[in-house]
């Protein structure tokens, strides 16, 4: 299901989809429209919904906090009231998120652990996650939560903080830019590859019960470390390319993420099967890819 301008403009906004596009079939609708997300319920019958569409950048929620709230939460609804209307059977998953617990009240996180969200988007993330619980508990709907912490790839967009990194530096590299301007390089985020964390999100709609799971991969590193690991792996000096610029600093911010995934792995069987290493240096290595930048990348540089 994609908005009507995605498909108007296709290679624009639909380039990462590339290699797979060819076996999609698109549907027009949109989340701020009840009776578009209705129609395409109806027309396709489906047996399984995953629902990710969401405004979904942290630091443009403190820009614009109505929007976001609008967007996600009824953007949420819409769907779960769609289904329950049109296709009661089908099963259905939520993309909640690590942002929902904010300033932690434990770590590791788990299932239980209580919410304290540190932005609009959080909080929209939230209800999304009430409203998904509540569809299950009220109406008997197989709807999943997943609580996925950030999942990363070579097409992740570009004003996230890893792929920002990965694509500034094969720009430093290709002579396009002279530095890496970022924000706060102290917070700790548990980073998984998107790959691995789309195979959780499946594997819980294959359940017999619905249920809600961390998806993470229970390790933590910091901003800072993310740079040195990538920069080290393209042969940069981090010292001379970083800036620190209070432009990219939240007003809240969440500082450390650290999930437990034990209840995933023992209930789906899930394990993450890509390595922090291994997530820098295939992002390195497409982005420099990407602008025809050789580099001798190596995933020998530890980061402690
Ligand atoms: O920030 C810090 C920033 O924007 C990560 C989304 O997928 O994962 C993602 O949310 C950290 C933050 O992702 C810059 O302050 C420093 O502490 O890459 P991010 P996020 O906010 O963690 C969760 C699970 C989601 O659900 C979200 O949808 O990096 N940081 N300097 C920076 N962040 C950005 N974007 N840009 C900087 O220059």
Not at 8 to 30: C, F, I, T, W, Y
Not at 53 to 79: C, K, M, P, R
């Amino acid at each position: 299901m994609v908005r009507r301008v995605a498909l108007e403009d296709p290679s624009r906004r639909l380039g990462r989809l590339q290699s797979v596009v060819g076996s999609l079939r698109l549907h027009a609708a949109s989340l701020e429209s009840f009776p578009s997300v209705y129609q395409v319920f109806r027309a396709v019958q489906p047996d399984e919904c995953y629902h990710l569409a969401a405004q979904s950048f942290v630091s443009y929620s403190f820009d614009d906090e109505f929007s976001t709230l609008n967007t996600n939460i009824n953007g949420t609804h819409f769907v779960l009231a769609a289904l329950k209307d049109v296709v009661p059977k089908c099963r259905f998953y939520f993309a909640g998120s690590s942002e929902m617990f904010g300033k932690v009240a434990e770590i590791p996180q788990t299932e239980t652990t209580r919410f304290h969200p540190r932005s609009a988007y959080g909080i929209s993330k939230v209800a999304g996650f009430d409203l998904t619980r509540n569809y299950r508990e009220a109406y008997g709907i197989h709807a999943s939560n997943g609580i996925l912490f950030n999942h990363e790839s070579p097409r992740r967009g570009f004003e996230f903080v890893t792929r920002k990194i990965t694509s500034g530096i094969a720009r430093i590299l290709a002579g396009q830019s002279k530095e890496l301007r970022l924000g706060n390089l102290e917070a700790k985020r548990d980073w998984g590859h998107a790959r691995d964390y789309v195979e959780a999100m499946w594997a819980m709609l294959q359940q017999d019960e619905p249920d809600d799971y961390v998806v993470a991969t229970g390790r933590s590193h910091s901003v800072w470390e993310f740079v040195r690991m990538a920069c080290g792996m393209a042969g940069l000096d981090p010292d001379k390319y970083v800036v620190t610029d209070p432009e990219f600093y939240r007003p809240a911010e969440v500082q450390l993420l650290i999930g437990n995934p034990a209840k995933a792995q023992a209930k789906l069987g899930w394990r993450p099967s890509t390595q922090f290493a291994d997530l820098v240096c295939e992002m390195v290595t497409a982005d420099c890819a990407s602008l025809g930048v050789e580099v001798p990348v190596t995933k020998s540089i530890e980061v402690e």
